[in-house]
C-alpha cells in the first residue's frame, strides 16, 4: 500500500494569515492527489483535484502544487470558514489519505 | 440528484460482523465505482477498500484484507460492506463515497451520510 504522510499534524494560524500544508507519499503519485477539507460532523468536501487543479466552487485562496512524491496546499488568506480539517489523498493506486491536518484559530 | 443513503447506527459485540448498505439513487449505479472510508472517533479518515459496481471486483487496504468483504446488488443500486471479527478498534462512523473521473484523475465527488459501528467489549 502507498503511505501518505502530512505535516504539521496541527496548526494555529489567524484570519488573513498564509497557511501551507505538506504532504508526501511513500512511492511516487505523478499528480494523482486531491485535497479535501472536513468540518466536525460532515463529510468532507473536494477542493483540489490532479494535485493542483481547483474544484468548481471553491475559492481561489485555495492552491495545490506538486508531483511525485511531494505536495503541498496553500491557503493564501485565511478566512474564518477555513477552519477545518484537512486531507491528502492519493488515487494513483486504490486509495489512501493522509492523517489530517487541523487548521485552527490563533 | 445524487445520493448515497447508508444504514443507520449499529453496536455489536467484540468478535461479532456488521453488515453496513449504501444505496444509491440519482445517477447509473454501475457507472461509477463506490469507496469505503471509515473514521474513528476524534481520528483521521481510513480508506478501507473500492467496489467495481459493474464487475464486482474489488480491491482493499492491505490491513483489511480477509476481514472486510465488500459486495453489491445492481438489482437495488446498493452496495454493503461487512467487517468481520469486530474487536475494539473498529469503532468508527463508516462512510460509503462515490468515485468519479475529473479530466483523468479519479476523486471523491458524493458521500453517505456515515454509519456509527460502535463495538464493545
Known amino acids: 500500500d502507498i503511505q501518505m504522510t502530512q505535516s504539521p499534524s496541527s496548526l494555529s494560524a489567524s484570519v488573513g494569515g498564509r497557511v501551507t500544508i505538506t504532504c508526501r507519499a511513500s512511492?511516487?503519485?505523478?499528480?494523482?492527489l486531491n485535497w479535501y477539507q472536513q468540518k466536525p460532523g460532515k463529510a468532507p468536501k473536494l477542493l483540489i483535484y490532479?494535485?493542483?487543479s481547483l474544484q468548481s466552487g471553491v475559492p481561489s485562496r485555495f492552491s495545490g502544487r506538486g508531483s511525485g512524491t511531494d505536495f503541498t496546499l496553500t491557503i493564501s488568506s485565511l478566512q474564518p470558514e477555513d477552519f477545518a480539517t484537512y486531507y491528502c489523498?492519493?488515487?494513483?493506486?486504490?486509495?489512501?489519505f493522509g492523517q489530517g491536518t487541523k487548521v485552527e484559530i490563533k | 440528484q445524487v445520493q448515497l443513503v447508508q444504514s443507520g447506527a449499529e453496536v455489536k459485540e467484540s468478535g461479532a460482523s456488521v453488515k453496513v448498505s449504501c444505496k444509491a439513487s440519482?445517477?447509473?449505479?454501475?457507472?461509477?465505482?463506490i469507496h469505503w472510508v471509515r473514521q474513528a472517533p476524534g481520528q483521521g479518515l481510513e480508506w478501507m477498500g473500492i467496489?467495481?459496481?459493474?464487475?464486482?471486483?474489488?480491491s482493499h487496504a492491505q490491513k483489511f484484507q480477509g476481514r472486510v468483504i465488500m459486495t453489491r446488488d445492481t438489482s437495488t443500486n446498493t452496495v454493503y460492506m461487512e467487517v468481520r471479527s469486530l474487536r475494539s478498534e473498529d469503532t468508527a462512523v463508516y462512510y460509503c463515497?462515490?468515485?468519479?473521473?475529473?479530466?483523468?484523475?479519479?476523486?471523491?465527488?458524493?458521500w453517505g451520510q456515515g454509519t456509527l459501528v460502535t463495538v464493545s467489549s
Open positions: 512511492q511516487s503519485i505523478s499528480r494523482y
Open positions: 440519482g445517477y447509473t449505479f454501475t457507472n461509477y465505482h
Open positions: 490532479a494535485a493542483s
Open positions: 467496489i467495481n459496481t459493474r464487475g464486482g471486483d474489488t
Open positions: 489523498q492519493q488515487s494513483y493506486i486504490n486509495s489512501a
Open positions: 463515497a462515490r468515485e468519479t473521473n475529473y479530466f483523468d484523475s479519479k476523486v471523491v465527488d458524493y
